[in-house]
Nanobody
Framework: QVQLVESGGGLVQAGGSLRLSCAAS????????MGWFRQAPGKEREVIAA????????YYAGSVKGRFTISRDNAKNTVYLQMNSLKPEDTAVYYC????????????WGQGTQVTVSS
């Protein structure tokens, strides 16, 4: 099992910044990659960024590319999402998730943290 705890959400004005953190514990050695997802009211959950633990390879959705940066601290088993130039349409619950080595899906999820961007 891998436990994930997100933090860093909140209310920010458009154009502002926030940094989300996701601390992993438990069988973290079994995790190959981490992802950040978000779900806005009435919309499906979408993946917005992902990173591999070993190589640090990253992926960004087009909607956040150039504004958001995913990073990881292997020593702390923590993944971050730096969000800059926030827009009202970034308002959502943000989740981090862990993909187990050999899995083709995200197997463990955090509880989510609310990000609200006011115009």
């Amino acid at each position: 099992q891998v436990q994930l705890v997100e933090s860093g959400g909140g209310l920010v004005q458009a154009g502002g910044s926030l940094r989300l953190s996701c601390a992993a514990s438990g069988r973290t050695f079994s995790s190959a990659a981490m992802g950040w997802f978000r779900q806005a009211p009435g919309k499906e959950r979408e993946v917005i960024a992902a990173i591999s633990w070993s190589r640090g390879s990253t992926y960004y959705a087009g909607s956040v590319k150039g504004r958001f940066t995913i990073s990881r601290d292997n020593a702390k088993n923590t993944v971050y999402l730096q969000m800059n130039s926030l827009k009202p349409e970034d308002t959502a619950v943000y989740y981090c998730a862990a993909q187990v080595t050999g899995s083709n899906k995200y197997d463990y999820w955090g509880q989510g943290t609310q990000v609200t961007v006011s115009s």
